[in-house]
């Protein structure tokens, strides 16, 4: 895994070095926070945007936004807290501002639909840092306890048992594949004890996360059939069919015993 | 003969009255039953009790066991694949969707027939997990063959294996799964070719010595196999539930279950002044799901964001004019065609704030604006000096692109 992280590094640098202008060397780092629901599908996005020194001239910021559905950007600052005017382009999921005189930029917005649902309780999202400026790195709350798994960037991800809130680390710049799933205790939910303790994990590689059980004896079967399905439906019709044929056949008996009488 | 019939009516009517009592109590097993069935209110808890699972739709037993079996044999070989990958969380995961199966069976026999169900797609949530778990594959493979010093290109050449090798054992759940009588979703083909071309790049690229996008190319061919495999399985549930078709049918089973103190936490990255009204409102119980919190955000950020943008237009005026008056003042021609038209620097600093501020109160973007002051001081100097081209040099542009492997696949799509 770690082999390309450099290479990638390498390539970003050639793509900076061909493509961006001189200017874009101010960015010292990106940071975005990402505080997002898979299951309700909808979150907070904001980039910290660091300048290497405050900007003497004006700056024309662009930024693509992480795609999303039904964005609302809620806010753009500068680090110091002043709101700056700015033009959001739908078409291109590019904000563009410009600013002056400050160290840094705040943008915060609303996305729906950051991640996409691989197969029920398992969400992955895609994220490409190459071209982004200076030192990168992301951070990602996701209320509810999730296994993370990471390729193309090194993760960290912590499971904070005690409020119920998975956070992940990356850093660097390529081409992440981000999966979420939900978490896996390693024996039965009814049968596990709570844990109440946070728990964090490094990983470089996906699935160092996901509960590890070496131990487990259970016979794993091949593939199986369903089986003929016989569900318990209480006989109720032909039991009621019953008793009528015999209330009507002790009810004959008793005239016939009357008549003989 | 007489006592003789008089004894087989009073039996019958004995056996009438023992059957209809049994009639009574069975019948009343099944009211029980769906009693059961109809409030949908029975749940599993899962992810350490975070989230339930808890159907919200007619869900029978039959149709669950059914979807459990069929997801079990799809996903069958790729949890094989994976476990002799040494991805523990494979074997793990498996184990866990055969208790939770083993657990419906047994509660079928009993009048938890509606528990047994859940318990059944609970099964079923879990055998599908195979599907994300393929990821580890690639990542524990690189790993070792990073740690033992393989060259980027064998690396590269490893993940295009195991990318054909996923494929191949895609294909086959294909075929298992046309052997239960499921239909194939119809853009599996789709994806799939996808996926080949991805590879396909991939292998050339590698020939040709581009390696690095050789290693992206074959890692996103992967992960469309993933997705591919995700289709299939996700396409099961639709049918076996007889679910709507769409794209997250995870809101007919998950239901989360988080405190106010994880509310509170997740919304805490939210800006200043916006912060504070929201997790009052959560403090106080009046939102109580991340989905309601942002409808809430939505709402009241409308009316927040009109005191921002007042302060912004302030900004914005300021930096504008500061740069207008700062361009002209660079330019000869335009400070004797100014002075010659004003009286004072007082005055044509007025016109141009009148411009920016009309400009600003009619929502125009920032190039319009511009576009418009280098329309005006290109009139009061009869057309000598170029406002735009002056700015040049004196704004500098910083971009920040964020970008997604999708763009990839669209690139070859394009290419197509």
Redesign the interface.
Known sequence: ????IP??I??ATILLAST??V??Q??SS?N??I?Y????????V??N?YFEQP?T???????????GSNM??????SLE???????YDNQSNTL?T???NTSGV?I?Y?A?DLM???????Y?M????????GAVSIDI?I?????A?C??LKCSTTLD?S???TKIHVEGKG?L?M?L?????????VT?A??TTSSTTST????AT?????T?T?Q???????PG?Q??????NL??T??AV??V??VI??L??RK?? | ??AW??T???L??V??LV??L??IS??S??VQDVATNAESEEE????????AVRPAFNLT??NA??LA??V??VT?PL?QWE?SHN???A??????G???LD?ALNL??SIM?RRAAVMAVVAA??Y??A???A??V???T??SL?NANAT?GD?TSAVINLAQELKSILLNAVS?AEARNLTIPSSLNNITAIGDKLIANAESNLSAGN??LA??LA??GY?TY??AY?LL??HI?IQDLQLPAR????VF??H?K??R???V???E????G?KETVITKIEKGEVN???EV?EY??EV?LM??IK??E???D??KS??EN?TLKTVNGSDIARVAISMKFRSEGEFREAIRQIILNG?SQNK??SQILNELSNYLGNITNGKFDFRMSLKG???????????????EHELENEA
Do not use: C
């Open positions: 895994m770690r082999f390309y290479l990638l390498l390539l961006i202008s200017e874009s101010q960015v990106t975005i926070q505080t629901d898979p299951l309700a599908k909808s979150g907070i904001v980039y945007i900007a001239t004006p700056v024309n910021l662009t930024v693509t936004l992480i795609p609302t950007i809620l806010n753009v600052t807290g002043v709101p700056l005017l700015y033009y563009s410009l600013l002056n705040v915060t609303l729906g996409t649902m691989l197969v029920p309780g398992s992955y895609t994220l490409d840092t190459t071209s982004i400026p709350n209320p509810g306890l999730y296994n798994s390729i193309g048992f409020s119920n809130i081409s594949i999966t799933t939900l978490y896996t205790p390693s024996t039965l939910p596990t709570t844990p470089i590689s996906l699935g996901t509960p590890q059980n070496t487990s259970t794993v079967p091949g593939t199986v059939q369903s399905i569900i318990s439906t209480p006989p109720v039991l009621i019953i008793v015999l209330l056949g002790a008996i008793l016939l015993v003989r009488a | 003969m007489k019939l008089s087989l009516a009073a019958l009517i056996a009438g059957v209809s049994s009639a069975l019948a097993k099944g599993v808890d899962i992810a350490n009790n975070t989230v037993f039959e066991l059914k079996y069929d079990r044999n069958y949890f476990i991805v523990t969380a074997n793990v995961t498996l184990n866990l055969d208790k939770f657990e079928s026999n027939t949530i879990h599908s997990h599907v994300p778990l990821y580890p690639v990542g524990k690189i790993d990073f980027s690396i298992i390696i690095t290693f992206r890692m996103s992960h993933v997705k995700g399985v996700t549930f794209h997250d049918i995870g089973f998950f989360e988080i405190g103190e994880t509310l936490k997740v919304f990255k939210l800006p200043r916006l799901e991340t989905g942002v955000v939505r950020a927040w964001s921002a943008k302060l912004a237009n900004y914005i930096l504008l740069l600003l973007t920032l004196k704004i500098q542009h910083v971009s920040i692109e964020v970008g997604s492997q999708v763009e990839v």
